[in-house]
């Protein structure tokens, strides 16, 4: 019993001491995280065929939007984890995306973005040569009819609501696309708007669609997706935004104090999805609580 006692009593020494040197630390780090700008890769983007229901290119090293030769439509979809890459609570300020088009047999084109109501997939069909004419979707790829392609039983597949994919009827933003080169969309209002939607929400992170010019043909244009070979090819979205001023209140009490200490050891080796990762790194480590001791104090 007395041994028992005299554990405990050592183990909350041991706990205070710990406790102790960790408010120590915020007088030495200091200092408060600034606006910031990430970059953030593509996680995932694929082409959907009209001729079609079927055909897909989730792993292939180019996606397509516009009108081919043929008169078929081509539409890319793209998507990515901004909650990943921007804290929580965030304020967005500024949005580009940066695509790389690579292939095209029409001149200058109008290609927008439209914000993607339902979620949509990423498979492993891979079309062969120029991948111009897609390649038979597998399980998981978005297809012109289906957002998620089953090859078993393609009609028990989920479907879009309408065929070409469901999307925000305004464009978040146009951009005129010529001849090869890297090509930016944005910052328009629509598209910070949607960013900040999909980090305040990120179960409605479902990216954008790439529409071509489809009122006449051709007007076809073949963008690199984050599976090009050439990394520098691949699409990058640039996001800038305002940190929240206090990220690390997590009970709102406007203050950094020991609940809030408690509350991220809790959560410790987690992954939650949000606060307490301060770094959204996925876990709650190390960073995350050194990042916690240097905002220690009154809320700015
Ligand atoms: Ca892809
Ligand atoms: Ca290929
Ligand atoms: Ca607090
Ligand atoms: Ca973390």
């Given at each position: 019993?007395?041994?028992?006692?005299?554990?405990?009593?050592?183990?909350?020494?041991?706990?205070?001491?710990?406790?102790?040197?960790?408010?120590?630390?915020?007088?030495?780090?200091?200092?408060?995280?600034?606006?910031?700008?990430?970059?953030?890769?593509?996680?995932?983007?694929?082409t959907i065929y009209s001729e079609?229901?079927?055909?897909?290119?989730?792993?292939?090293?180019?996606f397509f939007a516009g009108v081919t030769l043929m008169g078929n439509f081509r539409r890319g979809l793209i998507?990515?984890?901004?909650?990943?890459?921007?804290?929580?609570?965030?304020?967005?300020?500024?949005?580009?995306l940066?695509l790389?088009m690579s292939r095209t047999v029409a001149g200058n084109q109008t290609v927008s973005l439209h914000?993607?109501?339902?979620?949509?997939?990423?498979?492993?069909?891979?079309?062969?040569?120029?991948?111009g004419?897609?390649?038979?979707?597998?399980?998981?790829?978005?297809?012109w009819?289906?957002?998620?392609?089953?090859?078993?039983?393609?009609?028990?597949?989920?479907?879009?609501?309408?065929?070409g994919g469901?999307y925000?009827p305004a464009a978040s933003a146009t951009q005129s696309v010529d001849i090869n080169g890297?090509y930016?969309w944005?910052?328009?209002?629509?598209?910070?708007?949607?960013?900040?939607?999909?980090?305040?929400?990120?179960?409605?992170?479902?990216?954008w669609i790439v529409m071509g010019n489809e009122a006449q043909q051709p007007t076809a244009k073949r963008f690199?997706?984050?599976?090009?070979?050439?990394?520098?090819?691949?699409?990058?979205?640039?996001?800038?935004?305002?940190?929240?001023?206090?990220?690390?209140?997590?009970?709102?009490?406007?203050?950094?104090?020991?609940?809030?200490?408690?509350?991220?050891?809790?959560?410790?080796?987690?992954?939650?999805?949000?606060?307490?990762?301060?770094?959204?790194?996925?876990?709650?480590?190390?960073?995350?609580?050194?990042?916690?001791?240097?905002?220690?104090?009154?809320?700015?």
């Amino acid at each position: 019993m007395f041994a028992v006692r005299r554990a405990r009593r050592s183990a909350a020494v041991l706990w205070c001491t710990h406790l102790l040197v960790l408010l120590l630390i915020p007088a030495v780090c200091g200092g408060r995280a600034a606006a910031d700008t990430v970059l953030l890769p593509a996680t995932r983007d694929n082409t959907i065929y009209s001729e079609s229901y079927h055909l897909s290119n989730g792993a292939g090293e180019y996606f397509f939007a516009g009108v081919t030769l043929m008169g078929n439509f081509r539409r890319g979809l793209i998507a990515f984890d901004v909650a990943s890459g921007v804290p929580a609570g965030s304020t967005i300020t500024d949005v580009t995306l940066q695509l790389h088009m690579s292939r095209t047999v029409a001149g200058n084109q109008t290609v927008s973005l439209h914000r993607v109501l339902t979620d949509w997939g990423e498979g492993t069909a891979d079309a062969p040569g120029e991948e111009g004419g897609g390649a038979a979707a597998t399980d998981g790829d978005a297809t012109w009819a289906y957002t998620f392609y089953e090859t078993i039983d393609p009609p028990a597949a989920p479907a879009w609501t309408t065929d070409g994919g469901d999307y925000a009827p305004a464009a978040s933003a146009t951009q005129s696309v010529d001849i090869n080169g890297f090509y930016t969309w944005g910052s328009t209002a629509q598209m910070v708007a949607d960013v900040q939607l999909w980090l305040d929400n990120p179960a409605s992170d479902f990216g954008w669609i790439v529409m071509g010019n489809e009122a006449q043909q051709p007007t076809a244009k073949r963008f690199d997706t984050h599976e090009n070979v050439e990394v520098t090819f691949q699409p990058v979205l640039t996001v800038s935004y305002e940190p929240p001023p206090c990220p690390a209140d997590f009970d709102g009490d406007n203050a950094v104090a020991v609940p809030d200490l408690l509350t991220l050891l809790g959560a410790w080796g987690t992954n939650p999805g949000g606060p307490p990762d301060l770094d959204g790194d996925g876990t709650v480590a190390v960073p995350d609580l050194l990042q916690l001791l240097a905002s220690w104090g009154p809320c700015p």
